[in-house]
């Protein structure tokens, strides 16, 4: 069965984030915070300390005014300035200490995220990775994990401090004057109505943004990759027209989104200038029946001052979480994405002494519901060397993607040794399977590493070995820093004929009892192939093989050669055998080795 494909589902599902489950999304992030409890535990309790500390502070004022400004009353008027003073040292304090805390709990919490994601994406299996752009997957350990730091960092705990700062601030202003209060409460209703209006909005868009984010990522993933074909036939115009429109389209909803956040803090900030309006004149009509003191009025204006910044910053606060939020669905949609192959329960290990006998039993196998392989039966014997040849797309290299359970079948199975393949631990499969493929993937690092992969097991001594058994150590003496020369990214700096040369010893390197090689002379040239050519017999020798090849002058001396066809074995035999029958391998051999035929190869 096919894994969930991600894409597909982030840009067919509907609805608002919020409706669907934002606190369940929130509720699974939280258990991150479990390693670091200490962390959470401090940053909760600065809050209260935080929000203490303002609310003091209006008071002193209304008592500086009240009780010695206007009376002109001078003793205990620095003590009071003091204390003043020292409340706004002990805020600055607490609020560095709270950036801090809430930065490096932030940036642990999605170091571990990101380690997840990471750890995930290597156990997927192909056809996860055929169906989901590499550019979306970037995105969603580079980009969605940074909104989500973010809403830690600067959100979601502060959240809390300025919601418990509401509640006290409230309390205050209730203590100080009850009359005064009534008219901030007339306000907020106002101002709740209005940011939950915008808020909805911005829902929307936030989902917009991130998902044409991620095509511009993978479009230029795309770019990046595919390069040298997009030069070749000149179409970079065409490439760039198109990520100009996404471009453009980014541009549009990060502007419209932008456009909705002005508005909200545009409409929180005229809304408090007329509540502030409004206590003057309320309050001037109250001072002057003497109901009221001016320090309280001058007290209160402080408070609503203090009491819109937490509104905004809530407010500011709610776009970042809603961006997370978006993100964390992502995350969460990719983490849930099952491989569609794992171990078993029940691993059946095959002893050291594995003597690499195959067996496929009617293998079946179809790709997004096309048939590719239909009722396989093949058995091959240890040791053997067995060639695999047909017309393109009669699914030879689907056959060997079974062999190493990059893809499963639908229906039969493979045994190795007498034991299904499914049963065995994939670590030791795939270590008994090497694969030369037609082109040999090399990483940023030094010959040395491309060879032994950061193996344990592989120590320099087998490195430098196995170079000098396929021969690749006769080029790469000639390197400047030898086996520890860096190599450029995907081994640029080095020809097609050498980066197999390591592909080649890589494998011999990882010592498989079963070696497959897919088409691994076909692109490079007449002289290096030959020097392939000996690299791979010193390879196969002792190892059951299985070759794939278009070029039949390889795999002449195979002890057989099976011949596909639409899926199905059509012969089999030795090159002679085969030539005798006067069958499509027949053909496929006088159609290469006629001079038409070697002029179209």
Not at 470 to 492: C, D, V, Y
Request: cysteine-free; glycine content about 6%.
């Amino acid at each position: 069965m096919m894994p969930p494909v991600l894409a597909e589902t982030e840009e067919t599902r509907d609805g608002n984030l919020f409706d669907i489950h934002p606190y369940r999304l929130l509720w699974r992030f939280l258990r991150y915070a479990r390693p670091y409890r200490g962390w959470v535990i401090t940053a909760l309790a600065l809050l209260p300390v935080a929000v203490l500390l303002q609310l003091w502070q209006p008071l002193l004022i209304q008592q500086a005014i009240d009780h010695h400004l206007l009376p002109g009353q001078e003793a205990g008027f620095a003590w009071l300035l003091l204390w003043f003073l020292l409340l706004i040292i002990g805020q600055f304090v607490v609020g560095y200490l709270q950036s801090a805390v809430n930065t490096l709990l932030g940036q642990r919490l999605v170091r571990d995220l990101r380690r997840e994601l990471f750890a995930h994406l290597l156990a997927m299996d192909a056809a996860f990775f055929a169906h989901n752009a590499s550019g979306r997957l970037t995105n969603r350990i580079s980009n969605d994990t940074e909104a989500v730091s973010q809403m830690i960092s600067a959100g979601m705990i502060n959240l809390l401090g300025d919601l418990l700062l509401l509640l006290g601030i409230a309390i205050s202003m209730v203590f100080l004057s009850p009359a005064l209060s009534l008219v901030t409460l007339v306000a907020l209703p106002i101002i709740v109505f209005g940011t939950l209006s915008i808020t909805r909005r911005m829902r929307t868009i936030q989902r917009k943004g991130r998902l044409l984010q991620a095509r511009m990522a993978g479009h230029l993933t795309e770019e990046v990759e595919g390069r040298e074909t997009i030069r070749l036939f000149h179409s970079q115009e065409k490439n760039r027209l198109a990520y100009d429109r996404l471009n453009r389209s980014y541009l549009e909803t990060t502007l419209e989104a932008n456009f909705f956040e002005a508005m909200q803090f545009s409409f929180i900030d005229a809304t408090s200038t007329v509540v502030v309006a409004l206590l003057f004149w309320y309050g001037s009509s109250l001072h002057g029946e003497a109901t009221i003191s001016v320090g309280v009025v001058v007290a209160f204006i402080d408070y609503i001052r203090r009491l819109f910044f937490p509104i905004r910053e809530i407010s500011s606060k709610f776009t970042t979480m809603q961006s997370a939020i978006t993100a964390l669905e992502r995350i969460f949609a990719l983490l849930d994405t099952p491989s569609a192959i794992v171990d078993r329960a029940q691993v059946q290990p095959l002893p050291a002494a594995t003597q690499g006998a195959l067996h496929f039993h009617q293998v079946s196998f179809r790709y997004d519901a096309v048939p590719v392989l239909q009722e396989i039966e093949l058995s091959i014997a240890p040791g053997e060397r067995v060639a695999v040849v047909g017309p393109t797309g009669a699914g030879k290299s689907s056959l060997i993607k079974l062999l190493n359970r990059t893809y499963e079948p639908q229906q039969g199975l493979i045994r190795l040794d007498g034991v299904d393949i499914r049963n065995l631990p994939l670590a030791q499969l795939r270590r008994l399977v090497g694969m030369v493929q037609q082109e040999t993937f090399l990483f940023a690092g030094t010959v040395a590493e491309n060879i032994h992969l950061g193996d344990p097991e592989i120590t320099p001594e087998r490195v430098r070995l196995a170079a000098e058994e396929t021969g690749a150590m006769n080029f790469i003496q000639s390197l400047a820093q030898g086996l520890e020369t860096p190599l450029a990214e995907r081994g640029i700096n080095l020809s097609a004929g050498q980066r197999q040369l390591l592909g080649i010893t890589r494998v011999l390197a990882f010592q498989p009892r079963i070696l497959v090689m897919d088409e691994a002379t076909s692109s490079v040239d007449t002289m290096s192939e030959r020097l392939i050519q000996e690299a791979v017999e010193r390879l196969m020798a002792g190892r059951t093989s299985l070759i794939i090849a278009h070029r039949l002058s390889t795999i002449l001396h195979a002890d057989r050669i099976i011949v596909l066809s639409a899926g199905k074995i059509v012969e089999q035999g030795s090159h002679r055998q085969l030539l005798a029958q006067d069958g499509l391998y027949s053909r496929l051999y006088a159609l290469q080795f006629s001079d038409k035929g070697e002029a179209e190869t």
